[in-house]
């Protein structure tokens, strides 16, 4: 870009393609793409341009909204047609800065824990599928079953009863290989102890074990570690909220199903990592609604509305809503996440769109 910039004998210059870059904001974030410095490896040849547009996350769920905005700003401006237009799309998932930088993991760039007020909501089911639908969008993504209760990642993920590996490191501190399956890296309780062994967890030995799976495994580099946290407001839930805090954590998402809405727990579970000053992302609603696969009837079984008044009345986004799916169900019990199956009750697309819409308010609440 410049005075100097050359023509290239179809009256296209590099200028006039700046300029017509320049035009298209970033529709999240706000600014321009020239701006905000995402427009890379701009080549203007023959009349054809070709460029990067690198984006904040790979999960950017506006892309092809900032495809047709490029093209046709430069059709207008420049009288670039579409067909000599090339764009393709980058991420650099840039890590969080200010005074947390310091205790981050090193190599994480996003730490979100998957959080709701009750048990069996689907927190677990959540996670996993966002986790996997992350990686399928490009980003680099570890998962962490912090669920000391019933560590049920090694089950949906298909990998129960595998052992991660050690390694000594040059600083003398041993450290584990997470287990990879289905494009992710985990670590769970479950790989380390058996499913029969009764285990009675206090506060700190959570939070212990919690630093460990954190600084003692080998996740980097990550985008995102989606952390599936233990259900509840008790004591456990508050010491782990509390030491996460630390460690730079992104943000909370909390999942609830209609009917837990109408009880106090996720408000309570909502209001405890606030008081911790853990940042609200959104509201996943889970079970929001069954459609029968036989009439494409559509039953509320458990009352509908809820979440999204709850995430109007708390001024958090309403991240999306999952149906109930046999499929779902099915495809967890057999460690096969539904994110990867196309079978239409399984939800694919709606897990997929859910995990995108994430990654974007990740992008807006740190990068705005
Ligand atoms: N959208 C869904 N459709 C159908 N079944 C689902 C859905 N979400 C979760 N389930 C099923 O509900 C059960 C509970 O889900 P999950 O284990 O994910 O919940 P959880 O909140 O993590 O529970 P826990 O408190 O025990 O950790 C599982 O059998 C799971 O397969
Ligand atoms: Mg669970």
Not at 202 to 218: A, C, I, K
Not at 349 to 358: D, I, M, N, P, Q
Request: proline letters at 7%; hydrophobic letters at 45%.
């Amino acid at each position: 870009m410049g005075f100097f910039s050359r023509g290239n004998g179809d009256g296209v210059s590099e200028e006039l393609v700046w300029q017509a870059l320049a035009t298209v904001r970033e529709p999240e974030l706000g600014g321009d793409l020239v701006s905000r410095k995402m427009i890379k490896n701009l080549k203007v040849e023959g009349g054809r341009v070709r460029f990067t547009v690198e984006l904040t996350t790979p999960a950017c769920p506006l892309k092809d909204q900032i495809q047709a905005e490029c093209e046709a700003a430069l059709g207008k401006i420049a009288g670039v047609p579409r067909e000599h237009i090339e764009i393709e799309f980058g991420a650099t998932v840039r890590p969080r800065g200010g005074i947390l930088e310091k205790a981050a993991i090193p190599g994480v760039s996003h730490v979100i824990a998957v959080a709701a007020g009750k048990g069996g909501v689907g927190k677990s089911t959540v996670a996993v599928n966002i986790a996997v639908a992350l990686a399928q969008e490009g980003a680099q993504v570890g998962l962490l079953d912090a669920d000391v209760y019933g560590p049920s990642v090694p089950q949906m993920m298909g990998v129960k009863g595998q052992q991660p590996a050690a390694i000594a490191t040059p600083d003398g501190q041993p450290r584990m290989i997470p287990i990879e399956a289905h494009g992710i890296k985990m670590m769970s309780i479950g790989f380390l102890i058996g499913d029969s062994q009764p285990v009675i967890w206090r506060g700190p030995m959570v939070s212990q074990l919690l630093r460990q799976f954190l600084y003692n495994v080998d996740w980097a580099p990550l985008d995102y570690l989606i952390i599936d946290m233990p259900p509840g407001t008790g004591d456990i839930a508050l010491t782990l909220a509390q030491s996460l805090q630390n460690v730079g954590l992104t943000g909370v998402v909390t999942v609830t199903t209609p009917q837990q809405v109408a009880t106090l727990d996720v408000l309570k579970s909502m209001e405890m990592f606030k008081k911790v000053n853990v940042p609200l992302l959104g509201i996943i609603e889970n079970m929001a609604y069954f459609v029968a696969p036989d009439t494409g009837k559509r039953y509320d079984i458990f009352g509908s509305g809820g979440a999204a008044q709850l995430a109007e009345q708390v001024g958090v986004p309403l991240l999306g809503q999952i149906p109930l799916g046999i499929r779902v169900r099915e495809d967890g019990d057999a460690g096969q996440p539904a994110v990867i199956d196309a079978a239409p009750d399984a939800y694919a697309e709606t897990f997929r769109e859910v995990a995108r819409r994430l990654a974007a308010r990740v992008s807006v609440m740190e990068y705005a």
